[in-house]
Every structure is written in structure tokens, then in C-alpha cells.
């Protein structure tokens, strides 16, 4: 019998619908999108007949919950690839959009964890899709750093009391390439990457698809760092070696 997957975040562009595009084909796929979503994924959702969509509204955290609560299915797979980012002013506080971080990226795996174990096919796996970020400190979006490490340790605990009936992985992305591969900061962390690249949103979506599958059956409780050796990198000690021997070379 084929799988039947949930996919929260399934339209969003970039990692979301590469995600969705892998599994596409495998067994029925459930994915949601926001209500209030742009024109471009309005049209990716409608492109997609073949997915049954269920629209969300993550600013609503009880209307969310009951939402995913009343989806029907025996889901076996789970990804959840949503997120919700935000630069954040050292100087001002803004409790409103910590809190919708908090639940968009932390409190959201949370809930699909315990349907997972209560509500759903008796044996799964789940993968939650993170952030290289959460391996590091970060300048100013500790609200986002700080949700995607905590959902790595959930990940962890999530293993711990499903006494071997579901698997739980997340995917910690680095640099990512798309609409911003122009950008200053994208071009810097080519740079410090010892691949040398941005990675791409199907990169992301093989390792998660990789994670779903029986090949990574003895995968649980683990993170799997897709950032090209980002986080590996002390630009200091890179500093230092570089200026006893020379730049690095490429290739």
C-alpha cells in the first residue's frame, strides 16, 4: 500500500514545493498553503489537482490547530517545511512576531508530532525542515535561530517516546538559492561555503525524500546538516590559514 503524506507548507515556494514535487507520485499527498497567499502560489496550488490542499491561516494559532486536527487520512509521512522569518530590531521588542515564530516553526512540528502518535498510521516518519542557523548564534533573527534549534532537540524527544513506531529527522538547510541569489549576503556565503555554491531547493527536498524512505530506516532522533559544510567553517582559523599560505583555490 502506497504512503499517504502531509505536507504543511507545501506551496510555499522554494523548499516547499520541491518537497512536494518529490513526493508527488509516491501515494496521496495532503499539503497546506495560507489563505492570504500571493498570486504566484495561488497559481502552483491550482496547477496541482492532483494534491488535495487544505488552506491555512498560521497567524490564527487555535484555527491552525484545529485545522490540522480535522485533516483526514492515515498519514505514515510527514513534512513539515513552513517557517516564518523576520528580521528583528535590537532595540525594540516585538512580542507579536516572536510569538508567531514561536508557533510557525516550533509549536506547529509540535502538534504534528502528537497527531503522529494519537491520531494517525500507527508507524511513520516525520521530517522537519530547519535551518543551518540553528547551529550558530544569530544577529537578527533570534527568534527564528532559536525555534529551529528547539525543533532539533523536539525532533530528538519526539524519538524518545515513540517507542520505535515513528521516526522523527529534521533537515537543517544552509544557503539556499532562488529570487535572492543576487543578493549581498547570498553572494557572501557563497563565499564561506567550502562548496563554493548556494545549495538548491531539490537538494533539500532528496535529503528530506531520502529521510521518508526505508533506506533511512535506522535514522532517528538526528539532524542532517544540507548547508554544502557551511557550519563546519571558523572563518577565523579559514583567516589565519590563508594568510600563512595563501587564498583557497576552488576546484
Known sequence: MMSKTLIVGGARPGIGQAVLQKVAGQGDVVATYERDSDPEVQEFVNARPDVEWVAIDSTKPRETLQTLESVSGEFSRIVHSDFYFYMENRDAFDMDRWDRSLFANLTVPKILGHLSLTRWAAEGRAVFITSS?????????????????????????????????????????GWIGGVMDTDEVFERSRAVTPLGRLGTPQEIAQAVVWLLSD?????????????????????????EFESEYGELKRG
Open 215 to 239: 533506506d533511512a530506516s535506522f535514522i532517528n532522533g538526528a539532524t542532517l546538516f544540507a548547508d554544502g559544510g557551511y557550519t563546519g567553517v571558523d572563518t577565523i582559523s579559514r583567516f
Open 133 to 173: 542557523e540553528a547551529n550558530t548564534g544569530s544577529f537578527g533573527a533570534h527568534a527564528y535561530a532559536a525555534t529551529k534549534a528547539a525543533t532539533h532537540n523536539l525532533a530528538r524527544s519526539l524519538a524518545n517516546v515513540s517507542n520505535g513506531a515513528w521516526r522523527y529527522n529534521c533537515v537543517a538547510a
